[in-house]
T-cell receptor, first 111, second 116 residues
Framework: LAKTTQPISMDSYEGQEVNITCSHN???????ITWYQQFPSQGPRFIIQ???TKVTNEVASLFIPADRKSSTLSLPRVSLSDTAVYYC????????????FGSGTRLQVQP | GAVVSQHPSRVICKSGTSVKIECRSL??????MFWYRQFPKKSLMLMAT?????????EQGVEKDKFLINHASLTLSTLTVTSAHPEDSSFYIC????????????FGPGTRLTVL
């Protein structure tokens, strides 16, 4: 399984755009990149998933360069409620492989 | 989006008793479910992979006789912590795999187990 590296923590202010970058240098051809958000004492919540280029949904955007060795989760105009831990995971799209969680990035949004 | 539930959300039990935690995929079928545990301010750690109709696959260091997993249907997996001890106190989270053009794991809300 591809290992991921993320910043341990980030700080931001309400209304700002936040970009969290994840490194996954040994990503495999069949691997997808998935981001989850987790609040204290809750299960992780699916945010976005992508394979290459750019993916956008109502919550976030995911940018993946051509070499796929990194990815950036972009949260537009964060609010206090976006304070959480964000996990970047890389896994094979076979339906059989479990995800390995790294330490995640603890985002603190201040007023 | 896909919904996964867990029951109970919180349980307190005495040392030596057994506790069963249910994980259900409410709006999709899941042949594969996963069980994780999480300690305070730590990341999730995979315990086992649960496959419908077959035996679960446990991660190294996880006692299969202590953490019994049953995946009897396409929407239900159960984790039973047998003879629980205080060191088993943790946050247990399940996920269900929704297969499609890109397979995605959806997580339950978690179960807080406290063993006295």
């Amino acid at each position: 399984l591809a290992k991921t590296t993320q910043p341990i923590s980030m700080d931001s202010y309400e209304g700002q755009e936040v970009n969290i970058t994840c490194s996954h240098n040994n990503i495999a051809t069949n691997d997808y990149i998935t981001w989850y958000q987790q609040f204290p004492s809750q299960g992780p919540r699916f945010i976005i998933q992508g394979y290459k280029t750019k993916v956008t949904n109502e919550v976030a955007s995911l940018f993946i360069p051509a070499d796929r060795k990194s990815s950036t989760l972009s949260l537009p105009r964060v609010s206090l409620s976006d304070t959480a831990v964000y996990y970047c995971l890389v896994g094979e799209n076979t339906g059989r492989r479990a995800l390995t969680f790294g330490s995640g990035t603890r985002l603190q949004v201040q007023p | 989006g896909a919904v996964v539930s867990q029951h109970p959300s919180r349980v307190i039990c005495k040392s030596g008793t057994s506790v069963k935690i249910e994980c259900r995929s409410l709006d999709f079928q899941a042949t594969t479910m996963f069980w994780y545990r999480q300690f305070p301010k730590k990341s999730l750690m995979l315990m086992a992979t649960s496959n419908e109709g077959s035996k679960a696959t446990y991660e190294q260091g996880v006692e299969k006789d202590k953490f019994l997993i049953n995946h009897a249907s396409l929407t239900l997996s159960t984790l039973t912590v047998t003879s629980a001890h205080p060191e088993d106190s943790s946050f247990y989270i399940c996920s269900a795999l929704r297969q499609g053009s890109s397979d995605t794991q959806y997580f339950g809300p978690g179960t807080r187990l406290t063993v006295l």
